[in-house]
């Protein structure tokens, strides 16, 4: 018999979370969903109340209202309110505490109950996952920085949590050891099956670690989606820039279309006489050299060329950054480019804007 098609399992499933501070809202409305063995990531800026709501999905901050479940079983409405140990979530923060009179094989365990060679079973396990066999007898302070965050995760992971709440676990870590724990991280977070909720504020980390991203801001969830779609589709200007520097190019609609120093560009949806913003990341501006005060020739692709002048130029490793000041109205736009290119300053160059990568939004007032 065929199998009916059915919805992918919700582990998590949060809806209409609302907590006030001193009568104003903190998380305002904020509704999300994670299946077993997908990771979330709460993205937003500092104080936007991603802490808060992974508390209260924790159980150690109440809402105002709204309702939590795991897997189907009602955690927190109205005045049912589970503590922490009755909701099966596992938490790993960033000032993560190990307890340091006790060895990283005690510390993995404190979470566990059950006969001891199970226990010691489930321990041996996480630690060699966490590439740390044979450091089960050590202590925490004999331990690197990287070391401990792993030993955290072997703990938090150790009761076989249903969902696995991370609040920005990787900020206290220096660069090259976060990618790569990072990396083991997720591999044994998809290994286990948990649904994770991860609070982070850096975008490259929502966007590596992340399947799916809700982007906050002020309280509320403005956006949802694969990291390819919130990047690629943002809702509004400010998320399009909370990924990247933008270029903003304005302009005034007129029969759909909106003329600018590149030509035209297609501006559906927009009333006549509407103001609207044409958002562009750095890296879709093409560069073109000047040919005795003549650029490219327009192409549908790339509208046409506008010339501007060379204000500065930075080199950042992967990748080099030139501003302009363009010639028409000496707006300034950024153009980054793969590698070294560094002209300078005073030096004419054309600019072309690669259409399917640009965003028209209303123009903010
Ligand atoms: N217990 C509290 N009492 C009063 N205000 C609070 C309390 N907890 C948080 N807030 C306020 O709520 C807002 C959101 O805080 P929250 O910790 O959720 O932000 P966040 O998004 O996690 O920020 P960050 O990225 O800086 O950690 C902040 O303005 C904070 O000052
Ligand atoms: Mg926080």
Redesign the pocket.
Known sequence: MPQPLTDPPVRLKVEHLTRA??GSP??NDVSLEVAPGQVTCLL??????????L?MIAGV?RPDSGRIAIDGRIVCEGSLFLPPEARSVGLMFQDFALFPHLTVAQNVAFGLRGPREEKMRRVDDLLERVNLSGYGPKHPHQLSGGEQQRVALARALAPRPRVMLM??PFSGLDNRLRDGIRDTTLEILKEEGAAVLL?T?EPDEALRMGDEIAL?RA?RIVQRGSPYNVYNAPVDRAAAAFFSDVNVIRGVSRGALTDTPFGEFLTPGHPDGAEVEIVIRPQHLKIDFDRGGRGPNPTPADGAAARGTVVRARFLGRESLVEFAMDGDGSRLTASVPNVFLPRPGTALWLMIRRDRCFVFAARH
């Open positions: 501070f001193g903190v998380v937003g800026p500092s104080g936007c109340g991603k802490s808060t709501t508390r901050e609040d920005e609070v504020h906050m309280g």
